[in-house]
């Protein structure tokens, strides 16, 4: 959006690099919608790991690279790990 | 107070947050433009300054260094309060867990995904290893890389059984590599204050080739030093809410509970 191309060593388009964020930024809204939507607690885990790996993408379309696998390895696999180890316990109690 | 009065201070609050936000909005800078002078100063000498080319870990284990240790902190006491949180109590004990829905149709770990979990297990500690031994050449780091290192070991208890989990981790030897990994980093620090230099000033000789992985001083080192740590505490965090689920029971309950 700056008019500048992207320097890589393989040229990116820059319109092909806004559609691609901008596709990005609209899947990452509607997953954390989905997120907050979804009532059922085991299937609004895997939707947030969903979520994870969608923010993952977004940040690497944005050129952040390093968050990208921060953001793959909590929010992706450890975040929903504890909390679906979280729900068995509570489960458990209340059965 | 009546739902009436309570929908009418929303919508005041509410639009409020609208207002706000919107003229926040509109003194952002423009989409991709940084304003501030310090990325562009950073970029210009970090390579000459650090011979480190992966330039986030320069800045995190360098020249922002101090942040990070309270970050590291942050992890280590969280890490330490779960522990806390959830040691036995009086009145509970380990005991396998009895399944209390047997009504339940669960199935077994089908061997694919125990053949899948533990084929992943090599791969996925070299390049937890291979990220948090690479700070200094791109964009990994001893953060990533450690938490990678700990998805190794849930592999582990999804290939395979809780006890071998607990067998390839066992507490005390983690909570000993977390404590190193946490005090390396401070202790770094502390070695150059004690040369009479800022503290977690890089004294270590910087290598020769920018980007090669024996550059960058105390770089390398910090990040070494962050990923056992982090790998030690999410182990840590990760077994200690397995016993929970799968042993600790309390004695009162008749069928645990």
Redo the contacts between chains.
Sequence with gaps: ??GLAVQTPYTVPVGMMDALQITLLVLVAAGATAVVLIRAPVRQVLMLSTYGVLLAVLFLAFQA??VT??EL??GA??LP??LL??L??VR??E? | MTPRQRRWIFLVAGAGLVAFYLWGLLGLP????YPGPYGPAILRVVVAQTNATGV??AINFDYRGFDTVGEEFILFVAAAGVATVLRRLRGERDRP?VD??ADRDVPDTSSAVRMVALLSVGPVVLAGWW?ASHAQTN???G??GG??L??AF?LIYLSGEFLVFKRFSPVDLTDVVEAVGAAGFAAIGVSAVAMGLPYLKNYLPLGQVPGAVSSSGTIALISFFVGIEVAAA?IL??GE??D??LLIRRYSSGRG?
Excluded: Y
């Design positions: 959006m700056n690279p390093d696998l921060s390895t909590v696999v450890l790990a504890v180890l979280t068995a316990k458990k109690k059965q | 423009g989409f991709g433009r986030v870990s867990a209390e829905a990220l964009p990994s780091g953060f990533q938490v990678m700990a998805t849930v999410f965090i990760v809410l397995l929970q689920t509970g």
